[in-house]
């Protein structure tokens, strides 16, 4: 890297630069979409695969009470499911339906959709559209080096 580049200034750069990128597409509301609670459930249960309420809470950093208001409100819609633990019947376990997986895959279709959007509304000439795309590889192999 030149003398021109610091690694502290482009590492700067990019954080803030990626962290406004994800603040905004989480913020795009989706008709009948989840809530952040709710996607934050249900992507961690879909990464994490079955848990309990407690565990997912303590997970995601949030109140058991506030959990569980959460899974009531996913399980209503169906896209959770609460099963007796195998291991001890005292305990339920919850999952991702297939309802719920595809819940997941809209909200990030629906992002995919508003930045493909934007990338196309005329803000960004074909040469910045050819840097982005030569950018992602490299984020890509960036956050997978962290």
Request: net charge neutral.
């Amino acid at each position: 890297m030149s003398d021109d580049l610091p690694a502290d200034h482009v590492a700067s750069a990019l954080l803030a630069s990626i962290s406004v990128l994800v603040r905004r597409v989480r913020q795009v509301p989706v008709e009948g979409g989840l809530t952040m609670p709710e996607r934050t459930a249900l992507s961690h249960l879909d990464r994490s695969g079955p848990t309990t309420s407690s565990a997912l809470a303590r997970d995601v950093q949030i109140t058991a009470q506030a959990m569980g208001a959460t899974l009531a409100a996913l399980r209503a819609r169906g896209l959770v499911e609460r099963r007796p633990d195998p291991g001890d019947g005292r305990r339920a376990v919850l999952t991702v339906t297939e309802a719920g997986l595809q819940a997941l895959r809209d909200k990030r279709n629906e992002r995919a959709e508003l930045i493909a959007r934007t990338l196309t509304n005329g803000s960004f000439t074909p040469a910045e559209l050819e840097q982005l795309a030569a950018v992602a590889p490299l984020l890509e192999r960036l956050a997978q080096s962290i």
